[in-house]
Nanobody, 116 residues
Framework: QVQLVESGGGLVQPGGSLRLSCAASRNIFVFDALGWYRQAPGKQRELVASITRGGTTNYVDSVKGRFTISRDIAKNTVNLQMNSLKPEDTAVYYC??????????WGQGTQVTVSS
């Protein structure tokens, strides 16, 4: 069984920064990929950023240059550094970890609100 626990969400002003962290209950190298998704009210869940076992990263166009995904192997965590936040980044952010083959697992979600 896989458990993913997110932390680091909150309220921030436009232009501010937040760092999300997701702690996995297993060694993160068992996963094909780790990622962060978000879902805003009335919208579909979308992939924000991902990192493969080999270290390849991928970002949705709207966050490129502002968000950075990383992993801490010693702590079994995947992190999302979010800079220059905009109101349209407001959403519930979910950690995702995919076991092979194609077996996704989700965290409970953490709210990020960007507002003045």
């Amino acid at each position: 069984q896989v458990q993913l626990v997110e932390s680091g969400g909150g309220l921030v002003q436009p232009g501010g920064s937040l760092r999300l962290s997701c702690a996995a209950s297993r060694n993160i190298f068992v996963f094909d990929a780790l990622g962060w998704y978000r879902q805003a009210p009335g919208k579909q869940r979308e992939l924000v950023a991902s990192i493969t076992r080999g270290g390849t990263t991928n970002y949705v166009d709207s966050v490129k240059g502002r968000f950075t995904i990383s992993r801490d192997i010693a702590k079994n965590t995947v992190n999302l550094q979010m800079n220059s936040l905009k109101p349209e980044d407001t959403a519930v952010y979910y950690c995702n970890a995919e076991l092979p083959p194609r077996d996704p697992h989700w965290g409970q979600g953490t709210q990020v609100t960007v507002s003045s």
